[in-house]
Antibody
Framework: QVQLQESGPGLVKPSETLSLTCTVSGGSVSSGSYYWSWIRQPPGKGLEWIGYIYYSGSTDYNPSLKSRVTISVDTSKNQFSLKLSSVTAADTAVYFC?????????????WGQGTTVTVSS | QSVLTQPPSVSGAPGQRVTISCTGSRSNIGAGYDVHWYQQLPGTAPKLLIHGNNNRPSGVPDRFSGSKSGTSASLAITGLQAEDEADYYCQSYDNNLKVFGTGTKVTVL
């Protein structure tokens, strides 16, 4: 059974870079059947898709965040990562990683438990 | 502001049927993109409930069903149960951008 686990600092200072990693267990990030996504949810608000990556390194990002976002994949560690630069309080959110099933219209069938990131000095 | 609009809340008594609408436009649902639905219980990660408009993943009760027509989609819950109290989100694409609906809180009376 595939499981995803987010990790990274829970507190980031304004203007700095948020860095999170998602570790995949029970499956392979190198599978050609999936994309690997990052999604976030500000406190009390809805879900926002940040972007995703394919095992080859191909990416797609939400245009509203594209200038600040980098998603990368490390197949040797079975992980993929998120970097969000120049953060502000508006980036405070629970960050989820998820698996997109390509043949199911890129629906996200496995999610990490989420990690809370607070942007504050 | 999401391009997929859902009612903020719906409610029903145990055993009743409730529906949640997801209203889009010709650039998203109306363009032929699939609609997926997620259930988010309080304090937990979303769970895939319906994929490809009307397909239930293994383990999802058949009380949940999805449909799509034109520029809208719907999620129906029949035989409402207390454990169905949660937030529900539709998700599709808009000009190749993955987008979520505004979310609906289902309350079991």
């Amino acid at each position: 059974q595939v499981q995803l686990q987010e990790s990274g600092p829970g507190l980031v200072k304004p203007s700095e870079t948020l860095s999170l990693t998602c570790t995949v267990s029970g499956g392979s990030v190198s599978s050609g059947s999936y994309y690997w996504s990052w999604i976030r949810q500000p406190p009390g608000k809805g879900l926002e898709w940040i972007g995703y990556i394919y095992y080859s390194g191909s990416t797609d990002y939400n245009p509203s965040l594209k200038s600040r976002v980098t998603i990368s994949v490390d197949t040797s560690k079975n992980q993929f990562s998120l970097k969000l630069s120049s953060v502000t309080a508006a980036d405070t959110a629970v960050y989820f990683c998820a698996r997109d099933v390509i043949v199911q219209g890129n629906s996200m069938d496995v999610w990490g438990q989420g990690t809370t990131v607070t942007v504050s000095s | 502001q999401s391009v997929l609009t859902q009612p903020p809340s719906v409610s029903g008594a145990p055993g009743q049927r409730v529906t949640i609408s997801c209203t889009g436009s010709r650039s998203n649902i109306g363009a032929g993109y699939d609609v997926h639905w997620y259930q988010q219980l309080p304090g937990t990660a979303p769970k895939l409930l319906i994929h490809g408009n009307n397909n239930r993943p293994s383990g999802v009760p058949d009380r949940f069903s999805g449909s799509k027509s034109g520029t809208s989609a719907s999620l129906a819950i029949t035989g409402l149960q207390a454990e169905d109290e949660a937030d529900y989100y539709c998700q599709s694409y808009d000009n190749n951008l993955k987008v979520f609906g505004t979310g609906t809180k289902v309350t079991v009376l």
